[in-house]
T-cell receptor, first 117, second 116 residues
Framework: AQKVTQAQTEISVVEKEDVTLDCVYETRDTTYYLFWYKQPPSGELVFLIRRNSFDEQNEISGRYSWNFQKSTSSFNFTITASQVVDSAVYFCALSEGFSGGYNKLIFGAGTRLAVHP | DADVTQTPRNRITKTGKRIMLECSQTKGHDRMYWYRQDPGLGLRLIYYSFDVKDINKGEISDGYSVSRQAQAKFSLSLESAIPNQTALYFC???????????????FGSGTRLTVV
């Protein structure tokens, strides 16, 4: 069965601090996709990144970076020099490979990040 | 217009009432999903459909039913609403070709449902 664990319920930092959001997943499939979404106070879900199970390269996009380690089943997300606008709930999610298309997406419980001035 | 449109955006209803949440999409995707979000629990899957004739229960389907009227429309019904169904509901679609778009899923803006 697939499962996503985000052990950090809430994180509070001061602006310009670096912060890492942890994500640990469980799956029996060898083909799967991992995602991160941001949910700002307005409530919509904003796609941040997709990573497939065959690509363990870390990725950097501006102040955001992701560290994917299959050996520890983790897909952690780091925000460098955090800003107040980064305050949101962040979700990690997993989709197992099935019939070529995207399968049902399973979410972690989310981490609420508060960045204070 | 949004790719995935949910109606209504907000709804307050009374316990015991039947209510339908509607979702329509212009993505041309075959796969559609309904999720509910509760604080501290993330998004949990209620039902999903891989095509018009394929409906599957998710992890929390009790108390809900769905209808896939067409490829573009997927409705969620609460036959007899109860207060613990108060939540934020999301509809989503996904492509059946994983290589076509790296974002994978398209979400609606959500329906905030309150059952009093």
């Amino acid at each position: 069965a697939q499962k996503v664990t985000q052990a950090q319920t809430e994180i509070s930092v001061v602006e310009k601090e670096d912060v890492t959001l942890d994500c640990v997943y469980e799956t029996r499939d060898t083909t799967y996709y991992l995602f991160w979404y941001k949910q700002p106070p307005s409530g919509e879900l904003v796609f941040l990144i997709r990573r497939n199970s065959f690509d363990e390269q870390n990725e950097i996009s501006g102040r955001y970076s992701w560290n994917f380690q299959k050996s520890t089943s983790s897909f952690n997300f780091t925000i460098t020099a955090s800003q107040v606008v980064d305050s949101a709930v962040y979700f990690c999610a997993l989709s197992e490979g099935f019939s070529g298309g995207y399968n049902k997406l399973i979410f972690g419980a989310g981490t609420r990040l508060a960045v204070h001035p | 217009d949004a790719d995935v449109t949910q109606t209504p955006r907000n709804r307050i209803t009374k316990t015991g009432k039947r209510i339908m949440l509607e979702c329509s999409q212009t993505k041309g995707h075959d796969r559609m999903y309904w999720y509910r979000q509760d604080p501290g629990l993330g998004l949990r899957l209620i039902y999903y459909s891989f095509d018009v004739k394929d409906i599957n229960k998710g992890e929390i389907s009790d108390g809900y039913s769905v209808s896939r009227q067409a490829q573009a429309k997927f409705s969620l019904s609460l036959e007899s609403a109860i207060p613990n169904q108060t939540a934020l509901y999301f509809c989503a679609t996904s492509d059946n070709n994983r290589d076509r778009a790296n974002y994978g899923y398209t979400f609606g803006s959500g329906t905030r449902l309150t059952v009093v």
